[in-house]
């Protein structure tokens, strides 16, 4: 649950393990069966008019033009705000769990910023052309995600003519989603510029279009193959590269166990994935079901990555996610801003989230899942005091935070033990050392009652700890 | 022979009295006895090392992206470079004159100033055999100073706190920036990253009265004990390779959990106290040498700070990106430079840029270029050999390789200068091999 979804309270836990491995893997994998009727933000259509607003922007006389371009900007922030929160929210309340966390993959894995594309509503786009086709066939999602506007502007593909072929798209198609280094040549990246020209965005329709004219229809060598070959010819022939599947189960391994697959197992996984015909939703079952995934050595090994944390936090704390603007401050000092990856490799992920600054964040950021204290939400989330004072305004009041009578029963409350072992047994899924068992019963004792203002530093320690960093 | 005493003298003074004092709260009584008494031994020669100004400094800049290097220093009067810059080429003039053939880019007004006084070193046509054009592994081989063909897992600042650093202190590295770096990749775990001294701490929820403890940050910092600490007790555990090199991800994140509380406050009082004395440009970088001087003036005991700006990958609209980008790069450098010399520690501090590779010879439609590979680096420092170095790599095509420049000299040449010349180690267990040292001064 915590690897192929964002975790759960231990009663939901106990409801999948009571199911059966096979059933509960079913459940998680075959996703579409679950309605979900989440409503799309209202402006996530396309805006016929924006061709022409962006050109009346930059034909505007100069001190207009500015403050024109200025409103065009808040508006794209202001809904790229709300995109996060939108997607945020799916994570932790949406009934389909492995969807979410395979478009999260495929951000990653795709690695498109907002901060090239500077349209809210293509990386909306983008994000439900990963949701829509993340369990589906990976030839398909490959060659979408290639046509996909904001890709299209990501990797200057949009630029790209048959006079001079930009090699961007070209190359990171190989080299970061389908290949790898190593698998492709200098000169394929060349012709498969060639081949991809024609592939453009149009504007005003806010979609691909193939455009004939700009199309370089002459003869390429791609992989040792001559032919007339056009972007989908390419895409076709990159897919069907033996170490394509190698590749993308590597990748997909890597995300879901924690850990690169040894040589051996990513060999049977990309031959499982060449029976399946590519299709990510029965490789992902089988890997699932397989021994292998439920390895020893894997277990409580992976670092969550700054989403899983805030998402798996607030889903175990069972306590409702910050405001947005606070839960977008806090993965950004965590290492993970949504719609916004480092650059077009992605996040790292594994041991790179971890340093002294993001591990210390992490502690502190804890404080404001546990506490929602309006102070300590504006202080940490503010750059400059006058910030600090206007959130602590806009703040003021907010209930919030962890109900300790929610999540623990009395009994549970009972003594500083049995709280102690549920406490373990909800963040932790393990046990804590005996030293550090110890200094929380210190902590507990230095406070006499068990009220909620201990048990919510207790819970804030637990989550100051390296054990609680993993899952 | 004068630079090894000092180095002794530092490394005695990191097991006692940085590591004694900024432990003192992390470690049983017992412990911080032991401290006090190794630090009243070696009061003498701590005090020299406490004045912060002994050893030499490193601050690496990586460019990130790919810097246009053609468009940085700039071969104005050739006619290649006119041929195969249309649009995008400068002209003689508005580029900022170093001869009668090459000019820095207008917005490096900043450099131009330093190299003028001796302050600049500019080494032309760096690169290395068989160039790779992917941003991550051009990256990934300057950062680990590997061959093209071979992968590394650390990194060659890594590699010199393994073999060079030695029971140092974690902030012997210090990265400023949320993501570590893969140049500090190492066995030993060294270096430190943060972005921001204020939040550089574990802020307690408690608000505890005068004279009263606070538990929860006495809790948290049981909590965050490293096994080794307490079991064996010896000093060289905590500062030293305690953790197997490939250990288990946990062990990693308890090391990481201690290295924190160790530097926090040291590096929170450092940035508190000292003062800035020069104004910077307000942007990442500026922000990002800012905070490395005033932890030189404070005298934290760092050999090489690493700070970055990113945004170079100008596939289009090149002119107003690199332009931006370039001039931010000189003005935060010559703050930086001003703010040492006002503090006198310029003699100890070099600045060494760096990219991942230059770009290809011939602009493209969109007003761009893309991935090349020979590009300039620069050196900074006033005891550094100054002025242009090395030799330009011709434009003439039939020279160029696939459309890029050719290297004349190899980056691990700079680098073995940098480490035999300026950190005083041998470079060849750094590199892997012996490469023929760069005259950096």
């Known amino acids: ?471 | 022979m004068k630079k090894e005493i000092t180095l002794q003298t530092r490394r005695a003074f990191l097991r006692t009295t940085v590591l004694g004092g900024a432990l003192s709260w992390t470690v049983p009584a017992f412990l911080s006895n032991t401290f006090s008494l190794l630090q009243a031994a070696a009061a003498d020669s701590a005090t020299q090392v406490a004045t912060g100004r002994d050893s030499t400094i490193l601050v690496v800049i990586q460019m990130a992206g790919g810097n246009d290097g053609l468009n940085t220093v700039v071969p104005f009067d050739n006619d290649h470079y006119r041929r195969a810059r249309p649009k995008i080429g400068i002209s003689n003039s508005q580029v900022l004159k170093l001869n009668d053939q090459l000019g820095l880019h207008p917005a490096l007004g900043g450099f131009k100033a330093m190299f003028d006084a001796g302050e600049l070193s500019i080494i032309q046509g760096i690169g290395y055999p068989n160039p790779n054009r992917s941003h991550f592994r051009s990256t990934e081989i300057w950062q680990t100073a590997s061959d093209s063909e071979r992968f590394e897992k650390h990194g060659w600042i890594g590699r010199y706190f393994d073999n060079a650093c030695d029971g140092a202190d974690p902030t012997v590295g210090v990265n400023i920036g949320r993501q570590m770096p893969q140049a500090f990749a190492s066995k030993s775990l060294k270096g430190v990253s943060l972005d921001n001294p204020r939040n550089y701490r574990f802020i307690s929820s408690e608000r505890p009265m005068a004279g009263e403890a606070d538990m929860m940050e006495q809790s948290f910092r049981g909590l965050n004990e490293a096994e080794d600490v307490n079991a064996g007790g010896s000093i060289g555990a905590i500062g030293g390779p305690a953790i197997r090199p490939g250990g288990s991800p946990l062990e990693f994140l308890e090391r990481t959990a201690l290295d924190a509380q160790v530097s926090s406050e040291k590096i929170r009082a450092l940035a508190d106290r000292v003062e800035n004395r020069a104004v910077y440009p307000s942007s990442q970088l500026g922000n990002s040498l800012k905070l490395v001087a005033k932890l030189i003036g404070g005298g934290l005991p760092t050999r090489i700070f690493y700070a970055s700006q990113g945004g170079y990958d100008t596939h289009s609209g090149q002119l107003g990106a690199q332009d931006r980008l370039l001039r931010d790069l000189g003005d935060s450098v010559k703050a930086f430079a001003d703010d040492l010399k006002a503090q006198g520690n310029m003699d100890r501090v070099m600045v060494m840029t760096f990219s991942e590779f230059g770009r290809r010879v011939a602009e493209n439609a969109n007003g761009g270029t893309d991935h090349g590979a020979a590009a300039p680096m620069f050196i900074v420092g006033n005891r550094i050999k100054a002025g242009l170095q090395g030799t330009y790599p011709s434009l003439a095509p039939e020279d160029l390789f696939q459309g890029d420049l050719r290297h004349t000299v190899d980056f691990r040449s700079v680098y073995a200068g940098v480490l035999e010349q300026w950190l005083r180690t041998k470079s060849e267990p750094i590199l892997g091999r012996k490469f023929a040292a760069f005259e950096v001064l």
């Open chain 1, 1 to 471: 649950m915590n690897r192929a979804g964002f975790g759960g309270t231990p009663a939901e836990i106990q409801k999948l393990v009571e199911s059966g491995l096979e059933k509960a893997v079913s459940q998680f994998v075959f996703f579409e069966r679950i309605p979900d009727s989440t409503p799309a933000p209202d402006w996530a259509r396309p805006d016929p008019d924006r061709l022409k607003k962006l050109a009346a922007i930059r034909q505007a006389p100069e001190p207009e033009r500015r403050e024109l371009q200025r409103q065009e900007q808040e508006l794209q922030r202001q809904r790229l705000l709300e995109l996060r929160g939108w997607w945020l929210q799916r994570m932790v309340r949406g009934p389909r769990p492995l969807q979410e966390k395979l478009t999260l993959f495929w951000h990653g894995h795709f690695a498109t910023s907002f901060e090239k594309v500077r349209d809210a509503y293509y990386m909306w786009r983008q994000n439900e052309l990963f949701r829509r086709l993340a369990g589906g066939n990976w030839l398909q999602l490959l060659t979408e995600a290639g046509k996909d506007p904001a890709m299209l502007i990501w990797l200057d593909q949009a630029q790209s003519r048959k006079q001079k072929p930009n090699e961007n798209f070209a190359r990171e198609v190989m080299e970061l989603f389908a290949l790898g280094e190593g698998h492709y040549t200098e000169m394929d990246v060349t012709e498969a510029a060639r081949a991809l020209t024609g592939w453009a965005l149009d504007r005003e329709n806010q979609k691909f279009v193939y455009r004939p004219r700009i199309h370089d229809a002459g003869e390429k060598t791609i992989f040792g193959k001559t032919g007339n070959f056009d972007g989908d010819d390419l895409i076709r022939m990159i897919v069907e590269q033996p170490q394509a599947a190698v590749f993308i189960t590597g990748k997909l391994w890597n995300f879901f166990a924690g850990e690169p697959p040894s040589r051996e197992l990513n060999t049977a996984l990309a031959e499982e994935f060449r029976r399946g015909g590519n299709n990510l939703q029965s490789f992902l079952k089988t890997m699932f079901l397989s021994e292998a995934f439920y390895a020893s050595s894997l277990i409580r090994s992976q670092v969550k990555s700054p989403v899983q944390w805030l998402v798996g936090s607030v889903r175990m704390l069972e306590c409702d996610l910050p405001p947005t603007p606070v839960c977008v401050n806090l993965l950004r000092t965590l290492g993970q801003n949504l719609f916004a990856p480092p650059n077009v490799k992605g996040w790292d992920g594994g041991l790179a989230w971890i340093n002294t600054n993001t591990l210390l964040a992490r502690y502190n950021e804890a404080e404001v899942l546990v506490e929602a204290d309006s102070a300590v939400l504006a202080a940490i989330a503010a750059r400059t005091p006058a910030q600090a004072r206007r959130a602590q305004r806009r703040l003021r009041g907010r209930p919030g935070g962890v109900n300790v009578e929610k999540i623990l029963t009395t009994e549970e409350r009972a003594d500083k033990d049995t709280l102690l072992a549920a406490l373990e047994k909800r963040l932790l899924q393990g046990k804590l050392k005996d030293k550090q068992r110890e200094s929380l019963r210190d902590y507990l004792k230095s406070k006499g009652d068990l009220d909620e203002s201990e048990i919510r530093g207790a819970l804030r320690l637990i989550m100051s700890t390296p054990e609680f960093q993993l899952s």
